[in-house]
């Protein structure tokens, strides 16, 4: 079972509203990734982070996100001005390596943007 | 880039009987495969991973092929139960990045 712990479980904000979310990876997994999933089931991948750094991230991470993976602090996800479009489930997800090992996902942030 | 495509989109099955589910992929360099299971309202559940150097792997009722010459992964739920019933992801893994890409979904139904 997956011990990755991502808050909150929803959260609801207005259009141009901030909205933070944040995931604990699981012990000794210093890869974190942060997946956005739609109504219609497609992922999209956000940003992944190796301990403190990012390793990749797409366009839309880079304009209105911003993400965060802290020494000894929870990994983080804000949305600095939120849009209908951004509503979703956003996965956080760990591994010990990128490479061919196991990724475990937490449960999710629902957000829905009013 | 890598693409990922999966059926049957919805698969209803009786308790007891076999359900299948298949993905393709394209590119033939990817070396790590996976499949999750999401219940409703829930996150990923990993079920399975397997190495490209694994043709078939085994656990707990659940069995995963993989023919890297076709290119193509199964998952078969050998006796399925009402549990079962979640939607199922397969997944492959870029070894360089760590990138998943998924396919898009089956919707399984597993009536009594």
């Known amino acids: 079972n997956s011990k990755v712990i991502q808050t909150p479980r929803y959260l609801v904000k207005g259009q141009g509203q901030k909205a933070k979310m944040r995931c604990i990876p699981e012990k000794g997994h210093p890869v974190v990734f942060w997946y956005q999933q739609n109504k219609n089931n497609e992922f999209k991948f956000l940003i992944n982070f190796q301990n403190q750094e990012v390793l990749q991230q797409i366009d839309m991470t880079e304009k209105r996100f911003s993400a965060e993976c802290p020494s000894n602090s929870p990994c983080s996800l804000e949305i600095q001005s939120s849009e209908a479009g951004d509503s979703a489930l956003y996965l956080c997800?760990?591994?010990?390596?990128?490479?061919?090992?196991?990724?475990?996902f937490g449960k999710g942030t629902r957000l829905t943007v009013v | 880039g890598e693409q990922v495509e999966q059926r049957p989109p919805h698969l209803s099955v009786r308790e007891g009987d076999s359900a299948i589910i298949i993905c393709t992929y394209t590119d033939s360099a990817t070396a790590y495969f996976s499949w999750y299971k999401q219940e409703a309202g829930a996150g990923l559940q990993l079920l399975m991973s397997?190495?490209?150097?694994?043709d078939r792997k085994e656990e707990q009722g659940l069995t995963v092929l993989l023919n890297k010459k076709d290119k193509r992964l199964s998952l078969n739920l050998t006796a399925a139960h009402p549990g079962d019933s979640a939607v199922y992801f397969c997944a492959v893994k870029n070894t360089n990045t760590g990138k998943l890409t998924f396919g898009d979904g089956t919707v399984l139904t597993v009536k009594p």
């Open positions: 397997v190495l490209s150097n694994v």
């Open positions: 997800a760990s591994s010990r390596l990128t490479g061919n090992t196991e990724v475990f």
